[in-house]
């Protein structure tokens, strides 16, 4: 069963810039999540689909963050314009049926200058 | 959403069980505890679960005490493989979106 996957890995920008990640969750997980981890923390919920449809963005920046997750499937999450502090990694996971464990994507690395 | 508390760091010497305790004094009745373990360079992925009951399963076990406010992780034998931040997480089974709230988590470093 392939896993969570997502892209670019790496990716460094200025602040101002614009910036996008996307996720492909493993195939029939309903359920998918963006997280981000500042260094030396925990990972940080920032929002949560069911579906298409969005179950949870309370803690998404939505000033300069968006998401979305056309058909159901896919999902890409934009960052525009960049600040410093959202020097990150960003984890995509998923979860199916039953809701046993999320599973979690490599991340993408994101750095701003 | 209910508290964890876990040590910063551990270490422990390859081949030997390591115990990574856990306290959550404040859980309730429908929070299941869940362990996640973060990989360097990777992202978090599942270890174990258990609501009452002591669990186990092919990566670890879990044991809970009898009044839920603490749990231990339980790695049989440590590889140097195991070296990695977990993280004890309470999740409300009555909470149909399936939210994980991480703390900071513990770090384990295996020793050869």
């Known amino acids: 069963e392939a896993g969570v996957a997502q892209s670019p890995r790496y990716k460094i920008i200025e602040k101002r810039q614009s910036v996008a990640f996307w996720c492909n969750p493993i195939s029939g997980h309903a359920t998918l999540y963006w997280y981000q981890q500042i260094l030396g923390q925990g990972p940080k919920l920032l929002i949560q689909f069911q579906n298409n449809g969005v179950v949870d963005d309370s803690q998404l920046p939505k000033d300069r963050f968006s998401a979305e997750r056309l058909k159901g499937v896919d999902s890409t999450l934009k960052i525009q314009p960049a600040k410093l502090e959202d020097s990150a990694v960003y984890l995509c996971?998923?979860?199916?049926?039953?809701?046993?464990?999320?599973?979690f994507g490599p991340g993408t690395r994101l750095l701003v200058l | 959403d209910a508290k964890t508390t876990q040590p910063n760091s551990m270490e422990s010497n390859e081949e030997e069980p390591v115990h990574l305790p856990c306290n959550h004094s404040?859980?309730?009745?429908?929070?299941?505890i869940h362990w996640y373990r973060q990989l360097p360079s990777q992202g978090p992925e599942y270890v174990i679960h258990g609501l009452t009951s002591n669990v186990n399963n092919r990566m670890a076990s879990l044991a809970i005490a009898e009044d839920r406010k603490s749990s231990t992780l339980i790695l049989h034998r440590a590889t140097l493989r195991d070296a990695a931040v977990y993280y004890c997480?309470?999740?409300?089974?009555?909470?149909?979106?399936?939210?994980?709230?991480f703390g900071s988590g513990t770090r384990l470093l295996v020793r050869p």
């Open positions: 997480i309470l999740r409300d089974r009555m909470d149909s979106s399936y939210k994980l709230i």
């Open positions: 996971a998923s979860t199916g049926l039953g809701f046993l464990a999320q599973y």
């Open positions: 404040t859980i309730s009745g429908t929070d299941y």
